[in-house]
């Protein structure tokens, strides 16, 4: 949280910098620094050790990908409502349906890496049950409605805005869900049960653990 503090200060600081000169080489300092603070939101959930739906190694680029779809999403609204970006429109949609294509790679690597390696029963129920949420609006609404825009120019800019809400509507949700509702602790794993009075010792248990 420090390196996110200091991240922010320095984004918020060349932001206001580059609206106030209009600067390109301020701008794309902005950008750069966006992409830091990014970094480290992300590096503040791996190393939450003791959840397990936010120490796996794959919740980085989740995150980094995920609010770089939302960034493209309101930048394409933006280009559509604010005349001085409608040159950069066609672009715009075009890096959104790249980028809704990775985080859609991205999430699938997530999710088959908690599987795989034995994350907390109820994380798992939590994030199976928002996984075709997240494709239909997260990537599947993105694209097609950047195709149809592209195919019919005359509707353009609302399905633009559209796809853009869309993305960035679904990274929002992913982020909430993955914080309010997947964030489970794993429980303890006992390697052998022990003896007990006149018992026998028994197999290893994980209790609240997905069994692999």
């Known amino acids: 949280m420090t390196r996110e503090s200091i991240a922010g ?32 939101q992300a590096r503040i959930l791996a190393a939450a050790k003791g959840i397990p739906a936010w120490r796996d190694p794959r919740i980085v680029p989740l995150i980094m990908t995920t609010g770089l779809c939302e960034g493209a999403g309101l930048f394409l609204a933006a280009a559509v409502m604010v005349s001085p970006l409608e ?54 609404a993105p694209i097609v409605l950047i195709a149809a825009a592209f195919m019919a120019p005359g509707a353009g800019a609302a399905l633009c805005v559209a796809a853009g809400s869309c993305a960035f509507a679904a990274g929002w949700a992913l982020k909430l869900v993955l914080i309010t509702r997947a ?11 022990p003896v007990r009075g006149s018992g026998a010792a028994g197999p290893s248990v994980k209790p609240g653990w997905a069994m692999q």
């Open 87 to 140: 040159p950069m429109r066609t672009a715009a949609a075009a890096g959104l349906a790249v980028l809704a294509a990775v985080r859609g790679v991205v999430w699938r690597a997530y999710l088959d890496s908690l599987e795989s390696g034995g994350a907390p029963i109820r994380t798992l129920e939590v994030l199976r049950a928002f996984h075709l949420w997240f494709l239909l609006f997260g990537l599947l």
């Open 183 to 193: 964030a489970y602790n794993q429980g303890f794993a006992l390697a052998h049960l």
């Open 9 to 40: 200060l320095a984004f918020f600081a060349l932001g206001l910098a580059a609206v106030w000169s209009g600067s390109r080489t301020m701008f794309a300092a902005t950008a750069l620094a966006g992409l830091g603070f990014l970094y480290c």
